[in-house]
């Protein structure tokens, strides 16, 4: 069974740097398929921030382009999203995902919170 | 960006009954979307994509439509464990969601 989890700090002062960890089991993330982080606001509207392709390539959300950053370590089958420089709007439930541009395979999601 | 604009927000129907979610895009999107459920406490699951395709595993009572601008989703003979967000994402240009449908059973 594919499995995504999300991990990572809940809270995030304002001016830093917000890092997630996506684990994935149950795949191999370089076999195929594209991995992507997708956010949910307060107030429900969602955000597909970006992804990183099985082959190591990235793709982001032009609105994110100059403060995000998605990598992988294949050896632990993870990968990773760093945003830069997070304001009060970043707060989010942020969501690993299998697809590019359809979500087959959701993490639970984990709550981020910005704030001093 | 392309607009996803969905309604309604919220929905009250009865065991048995036929639901309908709509969401309205911005511009001409070609059938590619996709539609999502969202048990509270739980991750998205894809119901359908490419407008009217069913993804594995969903009941055959789920089904969706629509060309051009306008979509939906129908949910037939109304159950229980349907009680649920519903949101759809279009994926023509980029990626944008809509803002969701909150199910209930009255």
């Known amino acids: 069974e594919i499995q995504l989890q999300e991990s990572g700090p809940g809270l995030v002062k304002p001016s830093q740097s917000l890092s997630l960890t996506c684990s994935v089991t149950?795949?191999?993330?370089?076999?195929?398929?594209?991995w992507s982080w997708i956010r949910k606001f307060p107030g429900n509207k969602m955000e597909w921030m970006g992804y990183?392709?099985?082959?190591?390539?990235?793709n982001y959300n032009p609105s994110l382009k100059i403060r995000i950053s998605i990598t992988r370590d294949t050896s632990k089958n993870q990968f990773f999203l760093q945003l830069n420089s997070v304001t009060t709007e970043d707060t989010a439930t942020y969501y690993c995902?299998?697809?590019?541009?359809?979500?087959?395979?959701w993490g639970q999601g984990v709550m981020v919170t910005v704030s001093s | 960006d392309i607009q996803m604009t969905q309604s309604p927000a919220s929905l009250s129907a009865s065991l048995g009954e036929t639901v309908t979610i709509e969401c309205r895009a911005s511009e001409d999107i070609y059938s590619n979307l996709a539609w999502y459920q969202q048990k509270p406490g739980n991750s998205p699951q894809l119901l359908i994509y490419d407008a009217n395709s069913l993804a594995d595993g969903v009941p055959s009572r789920f089904s969706g439509s629509g060309s051009g601008t306008q979509y939906s989703l129908k949910i037939n003979s109304l159950q229980s464990e349907d009680v649920a967000s519903y949101f759809c994402?279009?994926?023509?240009?980029?990626?944008?969601f809509g803002s969701g449908t909150k199910l209930e059973i009255k």
């Open positions: 995902a299998r697809g590019n541009y359809v979500f087959d395979y």
């Open positions: 149950g795949y191999t993330i370089t076999s195929g398929y594209d």
């Open positions: 990183i392709s099985n082959s190591g390539s990235t």
């Open positions: 994402q279009q994926y023509n240009n980029y990626l944008t």
